[in-house]
Nanobody
């Protein structure tokens, strides 16, 4: 059974930082592209960042060097380091694992940046 568990969210003042974690189990982690998305109330899911098994990274346009995605294929974990947080970054952040068209997602963690 595949399981993705996110943690690290919380309440932070604008300009602050958070580090999100996503621990995966039940899959061959190094084969999967890991992606962070976010979803604010009433809005569509938004791509934040992704990283392949060989550490190739991609970021959403809004990130602008504020966020960094990393992974450890031994610990089956992907992180999202978020700096210079803005109120508009407030959302539920969740990770997905994708390989050969099959995608799994976690339950998400709430990030709130107050002004």
């Amino acid at each position: 059974q595949v399981r993705l568990v996110e943690s690290g969210g919380g309440l932070v003042q604008a300009g602050g930082s958070l580090r999100l974690s996503c621990v995966a189990s039940g899959l061959n982690f190094r084969l999967h592209t890991m992606t962070w998305y976010r979803q604010a109330p009433g809005k569509e899911r938004e791509f934040v960042a992704s990283i392949t098994g060989n550490h190739s990274r991609d970021y959403g346009d809004f990130v602008k060097d504020r966020f960094t995605i990393t992974r450890d294929n031994v610990r089956n974990t992907v992180w999202l380091q978020m700096n210079s947080l803005k109120p508009e970054d407030t959302a539920v952040y969740f990770c997905t694992a994708k390989w050969r068209g099959r995608e799994y997602r976690g339950q998400g963690t709430q990030v709130t940046a107050s002004s």
